[in-house]
């Protein structure tokens, strides 16, 4: 299985910027971009399609919530730094993407741009996670997640940043993106359990 997003949401604390960390493997390597705090949609509230894009895709999530401050944390310790697990969706504006990518340009414009990350309601840990997207009330894609496979995540991630209370880290180990139009529903289940619905309008 594939990884196609890791997310990194730094959650704020007491007024500090949040920042959403994305890493994205390419040719089996991964890329890492960042996204600012306005890209967090919460409490089932609907995504309005935007006018610079005529082609938004999804990719469902788990999401992690980081407990306690950590920096270069080794994978047998990682488990210590989070109990509460969500899902979520990564949006992206693949149009706009494709056209700065054959420019050579930055990529904020079609990954970082507002409430293009939605996220649902926390839930405690467990050892296998599985997360179902459904569209329109049908099952389109499961994702099976093992907590070994968040530990190394983390594990990586604090090898790049600081790890605060809050973080939120978003996994999507799958290729698959869902192209999302007007009208539709996405729903999100961890271990079926609702835990997210977004409306599109």
């Known amino acids: ?53 005529q082609h938004i895709t999804a990719r469902p999530a788990l999401v992690i919530k980081i407990k306690k401050i950590g920096k270069n944390i080794n994978e047998r310790f990682a488990s210590r730094y989070y109990e509460e697990i969500s899902a979520g969706l990564n949006l992206e504006a693949n149009d706009v993407l494709s056209e700065l990518k054959s420019k050579g340009l930055p990529w904020d414009r079609a990954v970082a741009f507002d409430r293009s990350a939605p996220l649902g309601i926390f839930h405690k840990k467990s ?15 499961i994702l099976n997640i093992n907590h070994l496979l968040i530990h190394q995540i983390i594990s990586e991630a604090s090898h790049l940043f600081t790890l605060k209370i809050g973080d939120l880290i978003y996994i999507s180990p799958c290729e698959d993106k869902f192209q999302i139009k007007i009208g539709q529903e996405f729903a999100l289940k961890i271990n079926n359990d609702t835990t997210l619905q977004c409306n599109i309008k």
Do not use: W
């Open 127 to 141: 050892e296998e996670t599985e997360i179902e997207l459904t569209i329109d009330k049908k099952i389109v894609h």
């Open 1 to 53: 299985m594939g990884f196609s997003h890791f997310l990194i949401l730094l959650h704020p604390q007491k007024k500090e910027t949040m920042k959403l960390i994305c890493v994205t493997p390419i040719n089996h390597n991964k890329l890492i971009y960042i996204k600012p705090d306005t890209c967090l949609i919460r409490n089932n509230e609907a995504f309005y399609m935007p006018e610079f894009s």
